[in-house]
């Protein structure tokens, strides 16, 4: 399907939807679109979306089909390169724990970090897949 752009929404289940507005919204400072307690929280991420549902209510669903998800899930915030350090010194002065850091065959760097839902989230230079 060429017709494809990109991906437009990229979603979490958290249970913890608060902790997920405190570190979302209050610590990386995304803007909340929509957030009903104990069901979900979205928030704008630059030009996509960030879907956070509770795994227990949105797997009783019958619309939107329903879904969930156990575990540590993992998704990668893409920064302009000019920005990719001062994007690391940011998320350590938030006293955000870098938890690795890999070269990639590109030479190009990405670094891992967890939400409080243990969440493997990842920022990667703009280009790290060309």
């Not at 437009?8 to 979302?24: Q, V």
């Not at 724990?97 to 990639?104: C, E, L």
């Amino acid at each position: 399907m060429k017709e494809i752009i990109k991906i437009k929404e990229t979603c979490l289940y958290i249970h913890d939807l608060a902790g997920a507005r405190d570190f979302y919204h209050d610590l990386l400072g995304f803007e909340v679109i929509s957030y009903v307690p104990e069901k979900h929280i979205f928030f704008r991420v630059g030009g996509s979306v960030l879907l956070c549902f509770n795994p227990a209510d949105s797997k009783k669903k019958t619309s939107p089909p329903p879904h969930f998800a156990e575990g540590n899930q993992h998704f990668a915030f893409e920064v302009e390169p000019s920005s990719y350090e001062k994007s690391k010194k940011q998320i350590r002065e938030l006293g955000i724990a870098i938890t690795d850091t890999v070269i990639w065959q590109s030479g190009q760097e990405s670094f891992y970090f967890n939400d409080p839902e243990g969440n493997v989230l990842e920022i990667v230079p703009l280009g790290i897949w060309e």
